[in-house]
């Protein structure tokens, strides 16, 4: 249930086995898989909802146009943790993808493992330092080289909602935690699920850390979950935080059987609820349901977080293979990758923004735009903030000691704000 360390098990490993490991990872099976033209990757990934595999799409004619191979490796299950046990698996095998989607701080340590193709001759040649936003090249490097391209910038702190059920019930959309409670009252007295919520873990902290966000503000919000400081993590604000998220619970179809991100999306749009708390990947699926972002389904900040920015870098990492034809493809996918053209197709489909601040939004919809406006006021006031719901905030292993706490206290009879304070300082210092 609760998302464990991708990489706890590996990295328990022995450096020595660990090497043995990367060279094992030479098997003729990934060798023969090689086309005579431009070889060929296997890609993992978790973009398995209707607008996530039509971003994939993207890339696989991408590559291909490009005399690529690509051999899907796509493992179902939003957030990436099924994905994540199975890279891990295969890489213990000695015989892991040529490319996975790896993001935050799961990079450092694969990394650290030694798993992953250096792409600095890449990086170097296309100025990826010039080309990237400092907050993103930070991420992408491993001891100062890069070792993963990013995709896109994803916000993770959007409000989605159906403005003919508000209208329905008079309720205005929220722009602070107080409106947001008022609007829930009228929906709910008018016989409206207020809010859908998928049954993941890391679903229930997408929506803890918007509220962690507009109670504490970006500067505490990072001191928290980034700088793990225990006064911020056992204090009254996060008594606070803890107090409104279980407020919430009375406005939730809480689900006792699996439920995905997007089936949520869909109950939103479909009119079965009023509104979802979720990164703007939701854009991508309500784009492949025929709705007009912005206008079908509104997109507003995550209440009292407007003029924040909670950042998810989706990205690739390359891992390592001693045939000269291997990384060449690799290269030429993280080149792919970072080519406006590229840039612009995929986070249409995807719900996000280019990475690169040079590529022309003209034809993205009204919530990408104001993504983009949002994130670039961000980056001048420093009101960016990583999510800790994907992985961008901190170590996997703090991050599931953190999923424990908040999910434990989000499922209780007996909910005690305070004591879940406590719990979640005491837990992220055992775990870091
Ligand atoms: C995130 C990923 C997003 C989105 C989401 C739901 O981890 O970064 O791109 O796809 O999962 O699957």
């Known amino acids: 249930m609760i998302k464990k360390s991708p990489v706890g098990t590996v990295r ?47 890339l696989q004619h991408s590559l291909e146009q490009q005399g690529i191979g690509w051999k899907n490796f796509a493992i179902a299950g939003g957030g990436g943790e099924s994905a994540m046990t199975v890279l891990k698996s295969r890489a213990v095998s000695g015989n892991p993808p040529s490319a996975a989607q790896l993001k935050g701080d799961d990079l450092q340590e694969w990394g650290m493992l030694g798993f992953l193709t250096n792409l600095n001759k890449v990086a170097d040649a296309e100025h990826w330092d010039q080309l990237l936003p400092p907050v993103i ?20 702190n959007w409000l989605w909602v159906n ?37 993941d873990p890391w679903q229930e902290v997408t929506l803890f850390e918007s509220i962690a966000l507009a109670v504490l503000g970006p500067v505490d919000y990072r001191r928290a979950f980034v700088e793990l400081d225990m006064s911020q993590l056992g204090g009254d604000k996060m008594v606070e935080v803890f107090r409104r998220f ?56 995550a209440p009292g977080t407007q003029g924040y920015f909670t ?12 045939s000269a034809k291997h ?19 995929f986070n249409l489909a995807k719900g996000s923004i280019p990475v690169r601040h040079d590529v022309s939004l003209a034809g993205f919809d009204p919530c990408s735009r104001a993504s983009a406006e949002a994130f670039k006021n961000s980056e001048v006031h420093n009101t960016l903030v990583p999510s800790l719901s994907q992985g961008l905030a901190t170590s996997s292993y703090v991050q599931a000691a953190i999923f424990d706490v908040v999910t434990d206290f989000f499922h209780s009879k007996n909910a005690d704000p305070e004591q879940a304070a406590h719990r979640l300082a005491r837990a992220v210092k055992s775990a870091r």
């Open 327 to 345: 990384l060449k493809a690799q290269e030429m996918m993280a080149h792919t990758i970072l080519t406006p053209d590229f840039q612009r197709q």
């Open 137 to 156: 090249s930070r991420i992408m490097k491993y001891q100062g080289h890069y070792v993963a391209v990013p995709v896109n910038i994803h916000r993770v």
């Open 12 to 58: 328990k490993l022995t450096l020595s086995f660990t090497a043995a490991l990367v060279v094992s990872c030479l098997s003729p099976a990934v060798l023969s898989a090689e086309t005579d033209t431009g070889g060929e990757v296997e890609v993992l990934h978790w973009w398995t909802a209707k607008g996530e595999m039509n971003a994939a799409d993207v």
């Open 246 to 301: 279980i407020a919430m619970r009375q406005y939730i179809d809480v689900k006792t059987k699996a439920m995905e991100w997007s089936d949520a999306s869909a109950m939103v749009v479909h009119g079965e609820a009023a509104m979802q708390f979720m990164g703007d990947w939701a854009k991508g699926e309500l784009t492949a349901m025929g709705k007009l972002p912005g206008q079908d389904i509104l997109c507003i900040p």
């Open 163 to 199: 403005p003919n059920l508000m209208q329905q019930a008079g309720a205005t959309v929220p722009d602070s935690l107080d409106a947001f409670f008022v609007a829930a009252e009228k929906l709910k007295a008018a016989g409206i699920v207020p809010v859908a919520l998928g049954s």
């Open 311 to 322: 950042y998810n870098i989706d990205s690739f990492a390359f891992f390592k293979n001693n």
